[in-house]
Every structure is written in C-alpha cells, then in structure tokens.
C-alpha cells in the first residue's frame, strides 16, 4: 500500500477494529479519497441557483427543499421561494399561510412549518456558524445542520444522506445495516473524516454530487467517476448489492371518517390529534381507525408514506358546532376556497370532492 494510493481494505464496518490503527488507516483512505473527489467536483460541479455563493440562508432553504425531492424539482420552487422570500426576515415576517402557498407542490409541509419557525428564532440572532448550534432550531436535523455549517461557513462536518451513503457504501465495500443508529453513526464518524483536509464545502457537495449524477442507484457511470480504480464494490462485482436495502415499512390500511361540518361557504377543522398522519395540521375532525385488511366500501383513497388512507364521510353536520365534535381542540372555519392556505394537503381536496354532493 503506498501513501498515495492507500487500498481500501474494508468489508464490514463491523470488521474494523477500534484501535488506533485502523482509525489511522481509515483516515488515510478518507483523505486520500477526498482529494480526488474535490477536483472532480470542482470540474464537475452543476451549476445550481442555491451555488451562487454561500449565503447561509439560501443554503438552508435549498437542503430543506432537497430533502425527498429532486434537484430538477426543486429548482423551480426555489427560485419562486426566493423572489417572494429573500432573506430570512422576509419570511419571518410573512403569515404561515403564503409560506405554504409557496411550499405547494413539494409536500412534506412539516418543512414549511418549521422554515417558518426557525426564521422567527433566527431573526433575533446571527446565524449561528456551528452544527451544534443550528441543531438548536425548529427543523434543522443532523443532516440539515451539518450541511448548513459546512457549506456556509466550512465547518468540518460531514454529512450523511441517501446519497453519501449509497457512495460510501460503494466505494468502500461496506456492507451494514445503515438504517440503524449505531451503524449510522459509524458512517457518520468516516463522513467526518472526509472533511478533516481540503474543503468541507467541496467535499461535502462532491459526495451528494456523485451520488446524484455518477454513483446513481441504478446502473452507475463507473467509467465517470474519479474512485473507479479504488471502489470495493466495483472491484468485487458487488455494486447493485450495495448499499444494503432497507426492509420495507409494512403497509398499514387505515378507515379515515372525516366529519364535514358546513357553515355557508365554510367548513371546520380542527388540530389534528387523533390521526397518525398529518400530525397537529388542521385536518377535518372524525375518527380514524386501523384495518387488518383493505375495505371494499370507501368514498376515496389516498396514501401518505406508509399510511394507505381509505376514506369514508361521516356525514354533514350543520353549524352550530357541538362540543363533543372540537372539544377543547383548537379549531377553525375556514372558506372551502381557501383551504389550500391552511392545509395544503391533497388529502383535504380529495375529502371535499368526495363529500361535494353533501354540502
Ligand atoms: S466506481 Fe462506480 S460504484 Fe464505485 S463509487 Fe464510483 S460510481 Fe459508485
């Protein structure tokens, strides 16, 4: 093994010794490999809207928005995003109701949410530069703070996503269960050690880069990328193998019965505390159950992660709205037309389509 192409001599993370020596030899590979992955990202790099330069908070809104969606899907809403919400008192001051206008279509409205909130706590602060001080804010996860602090502001963190670990899996033969935490936070522990030389920024961005453009799921352009000669899994035949795939969530059915509670051109919601998903949004108030199997009679269906939603209407219950139905819940009336602002959810137009001959 020479010093400037050390062999990568891994098959399992559960293989490597906890001693010095193998932290050494793994820190070797690391930064040998993140040599050449910064050259070729920097040759390589696309030229995305958020890449213009290291605005913090541009940053921050394009991780989030990245999370479950595509770059070529994101670039659109991002852009809008930043036209009506430059900067982050902009958006902190905006009502919650635009911010989820301009989130629509992306899902996952959570994100919004919690953009919102962290605008506010931001607003009152600098933007905080360490991954452990944005870990302090609404929303900003391991990934999202380790990616913000190192892109910015060239903290030494690695980040770990799909990506990154499709490509460290890969590259270094890896074969763990990744979905795991004591496993993940091994990966997170040679992440970081990718980082510890050059540039945190580029380096970063070069591993989500390969993953997304080079080492992809399927059928990855090998001859393309600048770790061909090195990468395990390659070497070894192994690469559709790798990583390992995580076992499915089962499917749960579920008989959704929203109440439609009608006053004129408006109907109710309440804070969703009873349903397993779309947890504290406004959501029609109802009762909702799990079902061993798929049932025959349903007004409409709809899916949400692992969550198969069959609903059933209750009925239509005119104002005045009793006790028993919102309770001590928070509730509101909200215009049908306007629903969107409050719950963007696809799942609301569905209930208000199937429940149309009733109101
Ligand atoms: S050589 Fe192929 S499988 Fe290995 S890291 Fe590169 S693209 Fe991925």
Redesign the pocket.
Known sequence: MTKSSPALPVASLANIEESTKATAILTRIAKSLAKSLQTWYQANRRDLPWRQDQNPYLIWISEVMLQQTTVAAVIPYFERFVIRFPDVHTLAKAELSEVLEHWAGLGYYSRARLLHLSAKALCQQDFPQKAELLLKLPGFGPYTSRAVASLAFGQRVGVLDGNVI??LC??MGFKVRWWQTAERVKLQEIADLFVQSGSPSAINQGLME?GAT???PKN???I?????T?????KEDK?EQ?PLKRPRKKIEFWIWKPELHVKKDKVLLVENNYAPFLKKQMLFPGTIQESPKKPKKFDARHSITHHDIYIQIAKKINYPLTNRTAGNLEHKWVAIKNLKSVNPSSLLQKVIQAGKKMI
């Open positions: 499709r490509v890969r590259v390969l080079v080492c992809t990855p352009l090998c393309l990328c600048p770790w061909n090195q990468c395990v899994a390659r690469i790798l």
